[in-house]
């Protein structure tokens, strides 16, 4: 097979080596229920807890407020649909540039007119304003904000501390979208003021199909699925008992070596966006992107100019071996293109495409990208 090279590890990370074989052993062993009260499901209840309790050491919260979901998506819908229906909300925030997982369901709540929805302003670089968000906050109470912690397209990160605390002063409800930045960067909660977060094992070497709910112990809601009494009665549906134990393996694993696999992570950052610069021509990058402290480390969005072969051209860098995205995964293969590109240069013709990094990439896998890179435009 010819050379092939992964760069699209904001979309999915290859699991981990270590995470597949525990997975495999595990399910020789533990396959009984863990809603059961014989030995064998207490078994499989003890490690569903055990995962429970190392993700909340992780985050510095109590075990009470983690919550077992399929994956980031159903996390962000549980916590936007729940509240505003347990809570009557009549007015939610957030930004053009939030994940669909948020945008659809609020939009649709918008639709019903269930709630206002109002859409914060954001900087060239897509870092919201401050001053609109107290705003917006001001004139209309016990509002609900959803403001994602780290962009998946462009990479921009937003000050969720700062956010947390302008909500907290006007008594408002703040989720935030941290599936890109879970295991990623390290988190205190309680040093935050968030009342809800979502992650997904599979953005940082764990399976797909699970993740979970961060539901601050300060706010309650009813559950969004109805059945069984799992996850305390908040989430119904038998456990992904192997699924949860790697999301947990793959979190510690993670934090273990999260300034060592930071720093090798922002090294290759650094040289492809040199490599870019220097062997191709008129390269530039959204956001703040190539600013490797104060944007998403495993994220470069670039664009390229104005070409007869834009819309072939991810599918010829596929042909070419090279794996990669335009903008979001969830726009890939469609004709709608990126929202998020949209919002922040709506009349560019620029071909947009977003490579991302993991622990796996390689200098080699660069080179052999930006080459195939230059073959296209050349």
Do not use: W
Request: proline share 3%.
């Amino acid at each position: 097979m010819s050379k092939r090279v992964f760069l699209d590890n904001a979309a999915t990370t290859p699991m981990a080596p270590e995470i597949i074989e525990m997975m495999s052993e595990m399910m020789k062993t533990h396959y009984a229920n863990p809603s059961s009260t014989h030995s064998y499901g207490r078994e499989s209840k003890i490690i569903v807890e055990a995962a429970r309790k190392k993700i909340a050491e992780l985050l510095n919260t109590s075990p009470g407020s983690i919550f077992f979901t399929s994956g980031g998506t159903e996390a962000d819908n549980m916590a936007i649909k729940c509240v505003i229906e347990d809570h009557k909300i009549a007015h939610a925030i957030t930004s053009k540039l939030s994940h669909h997982a948020v945008l659809y369901p609020l939009e649709d709540l918008a639709a019903e007119g269930k709630i206002k929805l109002s859409y914060i302003d954001i900087d060239e670089n897509g870092v919201v304003s401050f001053s609109h968000l107290k705003d917006l906050l001001a004139n209309n109470p016990r509002t609900f904000v959803s403001i994602m912690h780290a962009n998946n397209e462009i990479g921009t990160i937003q000050d969720i501390k700062a956010i947390g605390n302008i909500c907290k002063e006007y008594n408002a409800i703040f989720h935030s979208d941290t599936v890109q930045t879970i295991a990623h960067f390290p988190f205190n909660m309680q040093e935050l003021n968030v009342d809800f977060m979502a992650a997904s094992a599979h953005k940082f070497h764990g399976p797909k199909g699970v993740g979970f709910v961060y539901i601050s112990e300060n706010i309650q809601i009813k559950p969004m699925l109805r059945g069984g009494g799992q996850e305390r009665n908040m989430r119904a549906g038998t456990e992904n008992i192997y699924g949860i134990a790697a999301l947990a393996m793959a979190m510690e694993m993670a934090y273990a070596n999260l300034e060592e696999e930071v720093g090798y992570i922002k090294g290759i950052k650094k040289y492809m966006i040199e490599k870019l610069q220097t062997e191709l021509d008129d390269v530039q990058f959204y956001g703040n992107c190539t600013d490797l402290d104060n944007s998403l480390y495993t994220v470069l969005s670039c664009h390229f100019p104005e070409t007869d072969i834009a819309e072939m051209l991810l599918f010829n860098l596929d042909i070419l071996g090279v794996a990669c995205s335009g903008g979001s995964a969830c726009a890939s293969g469609g004709s709608k293109g990126s929202h998020v590109l949209s919002a922040l240069t709506p009349e560019s013709k620029r071909p947009g495409i977003r490579f991302s990094f993991s622990k796996y990439t390689t200098k080699s896998d660069i080179d052999f990208a930006v080459e195939k890179l230059k073959e296209l435009f050349n």
